[in-house]
Structures are given as structure tokens and as C-alpha cells.
């Protein structure tokens, strides 16, 4: 019965977060406990600028590294922290392969995925791999994606992260946490395993998360406003409006965010009136939608919207003036179904409601142009009042 050849190479792409993971697995399975470092020899890929040195230079070093035995014929593991995206490296590689010495391991970490996006160009540099060794392909770098599949991939993973920590954790809670950093693996995880580590409670409440969790993401307490304001909650509002405040965020910025919840409110009782109400038709109506669709809204747009929903100034069609940018949607959703319509008693009433908060708070943005900096903070308090109904 032939025995299985040894892998000579190990090309692994995908999420830094996740490659280096794989490889630190890897190091501790060929390791074990010994410390004898010169078993496991690094190399890492430059910055773009110094790149053609690391060709001249580094590269032969790396062969020269692999094709050589320890002379107690113990294997090694020769590792590159990134791949160069030339014609001349990706050449260089099956010549590389040949010259692996037997039990040696050359590990390619594809840190920055360019293996996944210039497939055609690394095809024969990843068939040499495959014919020699392993190729693994892990996940995208979330930041990698497109905006709303990023958002959702974002709140994927901190699911999966809590879950693999035995804990679990709400929708909302989740994109608390993916809000308030980038969209990034390490972030998640490392934020989960604090969290998880301090919360006794088998469920992490969205409490827990915006206590425990460090933001770093200059949009979080804009996002947290926005949360706020579709809350349709006077307490809440004023809340989020001090943290901007004391953010160094002007009344111009939560005026400016208060006209765009206002006109998705607007968007979503208009299309509530017509029994389609859902994170779909919303997302249909934003800047961000593929060409045909936005072609598709345009089209059907005279005869199911009211005419107030779309920007007076567009000539030729309809298109609505802010987007969702994938985020929001379910807070439109659940103030149209749950807290406009409640107060108003129907679709139609709300529709009407919505238009006038909406120039209540449209007096209010013009009132503080005029106004001096002593009268700002009622001029605002009073056009909350108003949309929250106090």
C-alpha cells in the first residue's frame, strides 16, 4: 500500500485574523513543547516600496532557507507573512517548491487575500501548491465586502463568538458591538472574550456589551443616536444628544441626522400605506441599490409613493436622497409598525404625523441658523418634544 507523500507547502488565504490562527495551530502541532526555535524560521513581505529589495534579497534567502536540512535532520517550517502580487513572484513559486527539502514545510500566508481577488493570475501558482501540499481557503476579511453584507457578516460573527464562548447574545446587542469598532475579525473576538470573561450570565445583554466594550469607531455614537431617534423616545433622544454633545458634535450634525430618520420614517408610513412595508422595498430606495433595481423603483414610483418621499429637485424620476448604507432598516421598521401607527391609530394618520414632525423639525433647523449659541439647547429640546410627541 503506497504511503501518502509528505506536504511540501501550505498556502492559506483569507482574513489576517483567521490565517494567522491557522498558522499558529500549525506551529504548535509541529512544535509541540520543544524550544528549539530554528525549526520554525519567519520571512515577511514588506510594504509595497521595499518590496523589490525583498525580491533581490529576502526571496533567495527563503529558498535557500527551505532547501536546507537541519543537520540533525530535524524538519522545519518556513513561514511568509504575505504574498507579493507580481508576475515575477508568483513564477518563482513552483521553482521554490521544487527545492523543499524532505520533512520541510513552507507555510504562504496570504495575509492580505490577493490570492482570492487575482484569481486568474495566481491559478497556476496555487495548482503547483495543490500538486505539492494544501491550499486553505478561509474567509474574507469582513471590511472586505460590500457595506450591507459587511454589516451582516460583522453581526454574524459576533454571534459566533459569544456562542463559541458559551454565551449568547441578542440581534440588537450584537450590532451594538459591531457598530462600535471596525468590521474587523480580531476586534470581535477580542472584545467577545473580555466580555464573556466578566458576565457570569449565560445570555450578554446589550447593557453588558456598551459597558464592557471599547469603542473605537467614530461613527459609534452616531450610530447610537440614530438608534435613539428611531426609538421615538424623548429620554433616549436627549441621552444620545448629550454623549454627541459632550463628543464635541455639533447641533448642525443631529439636525442633519434627525432629517434623514425622518424622512426614512416618512418613507416607511408611506410604504406601510401600501402593505409594503419590509427591509427590501427600504433597501430598494437607496442610492446604494444595483442600477436595475433603482431603474425598477423609478418606474413604479408615481403610482405606489407619495410624491413628498422623493428629493422636489430630481429631474426625471424618483430617487430618495439619503440611504440606509445597509443599516437601520429594522429600526425604521419597527417605529413605523410599532410606535407611529400606535400613536396615530392607522397607515394614513401616520403618513400625515410623519409629514408634520418632519417640518416641526425643519422649523427647528432653520430657527437655529438665526438663532444665538445661548438659545440652542431649547430650540433642539423643543423640536424632540414635538416628534416624540411630549
Given at each position: 500500500m503506497p504511503t501518502e507523500r509528505?506536504?511540501?507547502?501550505?498556502?492559506?488565504?483569507?482574513?489576517?485574523?483567521l490565517v494567522v490562527n491557522r498558522m499558529l495551530r500549525v506551529k504548535k502541532e509541529r512544535l509541540g513543547g520543544s524550544s528549539d526555535q530554528s525549526r520554525w524560521v519567519e520571512f515577511e513581505v514588506p510594504q509595497h516600496k521595499y518590496?523589490?529589495?525583498?525580491?533581490?534579497?529576502?526571496?533567495?534567502?527563503?529558498?535557500?532557507?527551505?532547501?536546507?536540512?537541519?543537520?540533525?535532520?530535524?524538519?522545519?517550517?518556513?513561514v511568509l507573512r504575505g504574498l507579493v502580487n507580481t508576475a515575477k513572484f508568483r513564477e518563482s513559486v513552483p521553482d521554490i517548491l521544487s527545492h523543499v527539502a524532505p520533512g520541510n514545510l513552507l507555510i504562504l500566508m496570504d495575509v492580505d487575500d490577493v490570492v482570492r481577488g487575482n484569481w486568474k493570475s495566481w491559478e497556476s501558482a496555487v495548482k503547483a501548491c495543490r500538486e505539492c501540499g494544501e491550499v486553505v481557503m478561509l474567509?474574507?476579511?469582513?471590511?472586505?465586502?460590500?457595506?450591507?453584507e459587511s454589516r451582516q457578516e460583522a453581526v454574524k460573527t459576533v454571534v459566533e463568538s459569544f456562542s463559541a464562548m458559551g454565551k449568547t447574545v441578542s440581534k440588537s446587542a450584537a450590532e451594538s458591538?459591531?457598530?462600535?469598532?471596525?468590521?474587523?475579525?480580531w476586534y470581535i473576538y477580542g472584545e467577545a472574550a473580555k466580555i464573556s470573561a466578566s458576565v457570569d450570565s449565560e445570555v450578554v445583554s446589550k447593557d453588558d456589551i456598551e459597558s464592557m466594550a471599547f469603542p473605537v469607531s467614530s461613527d459609534y455614537e452616531t450610530w447610537r443616536f440614530c438608534q435613539a431617534f428611531n426609538s421615538g423616545r424623548y429620554d433616549s433622544v436627549m441621552s444620545a444628544t448629550n454623549r454627541m454633545l459632550s463628543?464635541?458634535?455639533?447641533?448642525?450634525?443631529?439636525?442633519?441626522?434627525?432629517?434623514?430618520?425622518?424622512r426614512w420614517q416618512l418613507i416607511g408610513a408611506s410604504l406601510k400605506t401600501f402593505g409594503s412595508l419590509n427591509e427590501g422595498s427600504l433597501s430598494a430606495?437607496?442610492?446604494?441599490?444595483?442600477?436595475?433595481d433603482k431603474a425598477a423603483v423609478a418606474?413604479?414610483?408615481?403610482?405606489?409613493?407619495?410624491?413628498s418621499c422623493w428629493n422636489p429637485d430630481f429631474?426625471?424620476?424618483?430617487?430618495?436622497?439619503?440611504?440606509?448604507?445597509g443599516r437601520g432598516a429594522s429600526e425604521i421598521i419597527a417605529f413605523v409598525e410599532d410606535f407611529l401607527i400606535g400613536r396615530c391609530g392607522g397607515s394614513e394618520e401616520a403618513k400625515i404625523v410623519s409629514m408634520r414632525r418632519y417640518a416641526a423639525m425643519f422649523d427647528a433647523m432653520d430657527e437655529a441658523r438665526t438663532a444665538g449659541s445661548e438659545h440652542q439647547d431649547r430650540i433642539f429640546d423643543d423640536a424632540v418634544k414635538k416628534v416624540c410627541w411630549i
Open positions: 509528505p506536504s511540501k507547502v501550505l498556502l492559506i488565504c483569507g482574513d489576517e485574523f518590496q523589490k529589495k525583498f525580491m533581490d534579497e529576502s526571496l533567495p534567502a527563503l529558498d535557500a532557507e527551505i532547501s536546507f536540512q537541519e543537520w540533525n535532520g530535524s524538519p522545519k517550517a518556513v474567509e474574507p476579511a469582513i471590511s472586505s465586502l460590500k457595506l450591507s458591538l459591531a457598530m462600535m469598532g471596525p468590521p474587523e475579525r463628543a464635541g458634535k455639533p447641533y448642525e450634525l443631529m439636525y442633519a441626522l434627525c432629517m434623514k430618520q425622518l430606495f437607496s442610492p446604494s441599490a444595483e442600477a436595475a418606474a413604479r414610483a408615481g403610482r405606489d409613493m407619495h410624491p429631474d426625471g424620476g424618483a430617487r430618495n436622497v439619503e440611504s440606509l448604507r
